[in-house]
């Protein structure tokens, strides 16, 4: 276990598009000890369609903790409690204001960034990877990337990742109804950018896992945290 020397805060993120009263959602920045000395180093993680998630928090503290700059953060609908998903140029300037988060305070601001999220946060860090004008990143991981509709692999939503030139990390449920593994070994291996994939064995969509399995949750963190973080160093060349 590492000491408990990080600090975590609460910070407000501007919606470009405001829903009503709703200007903005909250986000938790990790602050790690020391910051902004070392590396610079910083990852962005976006939640799926879920407020609470343990795995995102579970990964954003131990980054932290490994001297990590992190900013954990949730889709407007989301916040609000909204069942309705927001449109898809709403979740991408979100996300957008999310990172232009990270450079308010030049003097701190992150020399490097990682970008991503866990289902529908993964989907959308693909789309503000790919677009016209990308967000900057040295990577960008996917936490059960959703590439079909549930258990229809025929219609892959693809066309995003073949346009991404960053280093990509996926991580995926072995059990994963949205992703179907050979059809994702078979799309990454269309893509032009460096990519790695590993797969959480007996995991779904979400990273849940069976009691039968043997299986904890703690497991399931621990598991893909050492995944993200050697990915991340692996990257930057260390």
């Not at 677009?131 to 079909?148: S, V």
């Amino acid at each position: 276990m590492t000491e408990a020397t990080a600090q975590f805060e609460q910070v407000q993120i501007p919606l470009a598009d405001p829903m009503g009263e709703q200007i903005s959602v909250t986000g938790t920045l990790g602050i790690p000890e020391w910051w902004p000395t070392g590396a610079r180093v910083s990852v962005v993680l976006a939640h799926g369609s879920q407020k609470e998630d343990p795995l995102l928090e579970a990964l954003q503290r131990e980054l932290t903790e490994r001297k990590y700059l992190t900013l954990r953060f949730a889709f407007p609908f989301v916040e609000a409690g909204r069942r309705k998903q927001d449109p898809l140029p709403v979740l991408q300037r979100t996300y957008m204001a999310a990172l232009e988060t990270l450079g308010r305070d030049p003097t701190a601001a992150p020399a490097h960034v990682f970008l991503g999220g866990k289902n529908l946060g993964a989907l959308v860090a693909a789309h503000v990877a790919a677009a016209p004008a990308p967000a900057r990143a040295e990577g960008i991981f996917f936490l059960g990337f959703p590439l079909h509709k549930q258990d229809d692999p025929s219609d892959p939503r693809a066309d995003r990742l073949y346009r991404i030139v960053n280093p990509m990390l996926f991580v995926q449920g072995q059990r994963d109804r949205h992703c179907d593994l050979p059809t994702l070994r078979q799309t990454l291996g269309r893509v032009g950018a460096p990519v790695r994939l590993h797969t959480v064995e007996e995991a779904d969509h979400t990273f849940r896992v069976a009691k039968k399995s043997g299986r904890t949750p703690e497991d399931v963190e621990t598991e893909v945290l050492a995944r993200m973080d050697t990915w991340i160093k692996r990257t930057l060349g260390e």
